[in-house]
């Protein structure tokens, strides 16, 4: 089954940059648009990037997201971190061999 | 206001049934794909099932196929989630949510999410 590997967790300091990375498993992580998702402890999860790069209105243009073919990787990148900004973030993308969607499994962003 | 209230969760023996329901507002729902996604407390996320708009195309989590149905009434703008054969596995919260593109019927990803409904699987 087609898989979507995000590191456990990352953290950094306020005002710094981090990336947040999501691996495809097989085929071309670009094949698929890929979208990624905050979730703060006790709510339902947010969009935060769709169709890879684009940012929902409302999200901070802090937060950018791109594709890198070389790697089969997408990525979160949010800077000038904030203490806000700290919750669980997932990627999300369509398997065209099980023709549903699957999610990574979710990094902990931690603000330091 | 775009709105998902999911219901019909709770306490229910290993091998037994429930149904969820999710009842939309605040958009036109015949024109969108719904999904149910489910966590388990502490876990990440889980992508259950996916609707059609007219609910030509279905999918579903080899993790449920078999055991759950997914189905909507578009008069009534409810999208359902029949679970049977339930097991501790199945014990989590159920999101409902919204496609974030129109006037298709692919799998894209959610835009609006409901707060969840809680399946508690045990004896």
């Known amino acids: 089954n087609f898989m979507l590997t995000q590191p456990h967790s990352v953290s950094e300091f306020p005002g710094k940059t981090v990336t947040i990375s999501c691996t495809g498993s097989?085929?071309?992580?670009?094949?698929?648009?890929v979208q990624w998702y905050q979730q703060r402890p006790g709510s339902a999860p947010t969009v935060v990037i769709y169709?890879?790069?684009?940012?929902p209105s409302g999200v901070p243009n802090r937060f950018s997201g791109s594709i890198d073919s070389s790697s089969n990787s997408a990525s979160l990148t949010i800077s000038g971190l904030r203490t806000e900004d700290e919750a669980d973030y997932y990627c999300?993308?369509?398997?065209?061999?099980?023709?549903?969607?699957?999610f990574g499994g979710g990094t902990k962003l931690t603000v330091l | 206001e775009v709105q998902l209230v999911e219901s019909g969760g709770g306490l229910v023996q290993p091998g037994r049934s429930l149904r969820l329901s999710c009842t939309a507002s605040?958009?036109?729902?015949?024109?969108?794909?719904m999904y149910w996604v489910r966590q388990v407390p502490g876990k990440g996320l889980e992508w259950v099932s996916g609707?059609?708009?007219?609910?030509?195309?279905?999918g579903y989590a080899d993790s449920v196929k078999g055991r759950f149905t997914i189905s909507r009434d578009n008069a009534k703008k409810i999208l359902y989630l029949q679970m049977n054969s339930l097991s501790g596995e199945d014990t989590a919260l159920y999101y409902c949510?919204?496609?974030?593109?129109?006037?298709?019927?692919?799998?894209?990803?959610?835009?609006?999410w409901g707060q969840g409904t809680t399946v508690t699987v045990s004896s």
């Open positions: 949510a919204k496609d974030m593109k129109g006037g298709s019927a692919s799998y894209y990803g959610m835009d609006v």
């Open positions: 605040g958009f036109t729902f015949d024109d969108y794909v």
């Open positions: 609707i059609s708009p007219k609910s030509g195309s279905i």
């Open positions: 097989s085929g071309s992580i670009a094949s698929n648009y």
């Open positions: 169709d890879d790069t684009h940012r």
């Open positions: 999300q993308s369509y398997d065209d061999v099980n023709h549903g969607l699957v």
